[in-house]
């Protein structure tokens, strides 16, 4: 703090002004690491990167079609009203988890199909990887 002496007889005045030098100082001291860091971000390995034809694209890839599993009552499984088998079901669902855009799975478990067999079904879908799996009900009648 600066103090200032006066002949006023004791009453000395406190100088309350913010001394700026500090700050600058260390302003210009980290302009100064800026400056010198900016350029060691850039990539130093060149790398000729292929280029991209975004002229032909189209604006919003064609929703995939839907796979329909059906379960019967007594556990047959339909992958588009074709019989597979569990096995079948399983190629052929980590075949289209691996497809873009991914289609959605619908599995329409018969009312009396025991819930374990439709768990399996579900279960198999996501541990595929498939991101929608859904259930295909009918709307109740009043």
Known sequence: MAFSSSGDGGHDKVNATINIVPL??????????????????????????PQANLDERPDEAPPAPP??????????????????????????????????PQPPVNVRGDATTPYRIVNEVVNL??????????????????
């Open 24 to 49: 600058v100082d260390v302003m210009l001291v980290l302009l100064i690491i800026f400056m010198v860091t900016a350029p060691l971000m850039a990539h130093k390995v060149k790398v000729d990167l």
């Open 125 to 142: 879908a996501q541990a595929k990887g498939m991101r929608k799996v859904g259930f295909v009900s009918a709307r109740e009648k009043n």
């Open 67 to 100: 796979l329909t599993v059906a379960i019967t009552s007594n556990g047959t499984l339909y992958l588009n009203d074709q019989p597979v088998t569990m096995d079948l079901l399983d190629s052929t669902l980590a075949v289209e988890a691996q497809k873009t």
